[in-house]
T-cell receptor, first 116, second 115 residues
Framework: DAGVIQSPRHEVTEMGQEVTLRCKPISGHDYLFWYRQTMMRGLELLIYFNNNVPIDDSGMPEDRFSAKMPNASFSTLKIQPSEPRDSAVYFC??????????????FGQGTRLTVV | AQTVTQSQPEMSVQEAETVTLSCTYDTSESNYYLFWYKQPPSRQMILVIRQEAYKQQNATENRFSVNFQKAAKSFSLKISDSQLGDTAMYFCAFMNLWGAQKLVFGQGTRLTINP
């Protein structure tokens, strides 16, 4: 498996524009996580899915953020409208959920978002 | 809610030296996992080592080992014979054994290995 694949790797957009980040988890993993990394707040969980269903979105900063997982192999994180304070690295991660044998979360390469 | 604290924002050692990174956490749970992740300049998050709280034996992975003190809620990472490739951000993370399978991260320690 190629691992968790995120696209794009870099995104520069103007304030007010819609931004969509994409993630393909590892095949067979039933958990998918979206994290945001900033200098000020470190790594924080935004939302996570189990079997394509959102379980906890309490970390989503505000209504401008939304995430979907239409099927087991694809998820999106959308910001509309974007603001400069949304500039960060956004990570997607997936895991098998089998705590007896493997608790490791595998991370994608991240998307560096810059909103100007 | 669980919290993870890394009190050393930055550390620097010479190549081949041994370095220890500190991590403390707060939880009311008795069963959980603890992790150390490495983030090199490439930005990729890489699992270094994992510890199950119900295991008394400290985890080891080659040059990497942990000192897990459950009562003190302490989880330090020791890197022996440090190499230039160990230069990275290191994050300590916590996950409940049951319930929400999500990682709670510390703020990270920037480790520099000097030649």
């Amino acid at each position: 498996d190629a691992g968790v694949i995120q696209s794009p790797r870099h995104e520069v957009t103007e304030m007010g524009q819609e931004v969509t980040l994409r993630c393909k988890p590892i095949s067979g993993h039933d958990y998918l996580f979206w994290y945001r990394q900033t200098m000020m707040r470190g790594l924080e969980l935004l939302i996570y899915f189990n079997n394509n269903v959102p379980i906890d979105d309490s970390g989503m900063p505000e209504d401008r953020f939304s995430a979907k997982m239409p099927n087991a192999s694809f998820s999106t994180l959308k910001i509309q409208p974007s603001e400069p304070r949304d500039s960060a690295v956004y990570f997607c991660a997936s895991s098998s959920g089998d705590r007896a044998s493997n608790t490791e979360a595998f991370f994608g390469q991240g998307t560096r978002l810059t909103v100007v | 809610a669980q919290t993870v604290t890394q009190s050393q924002p930055e550390m620097s050692v010479q190549e081949a030296e041994t370095v220890t990174l500190s991590c403390t956490y707060d939880t009311s749970e008795s069963n959980y996992y603890l992790f150390w992740y490495k983030q090199p300049p490439s930005r990729q998050m890489i699992l270094v080592i994992r510890q199950e709280a119900y295991k008394q034996q400290n985890a080891t992975e080659n040059r990497f080992s942990v000192n897990f003190q459950k009562a003190a809620k302490s989880f330090s990472l020791k890197i022996s014979d440090s190499q230039l490739g160990d230069t990275a951000m290191y994050f300590c993370a916590f996950m409940n054994l049951w319930g929400a399978q999500k990682l709670v991260f510390g703020q990270g320690t920037r480790l520099t290995i000097n030649p």
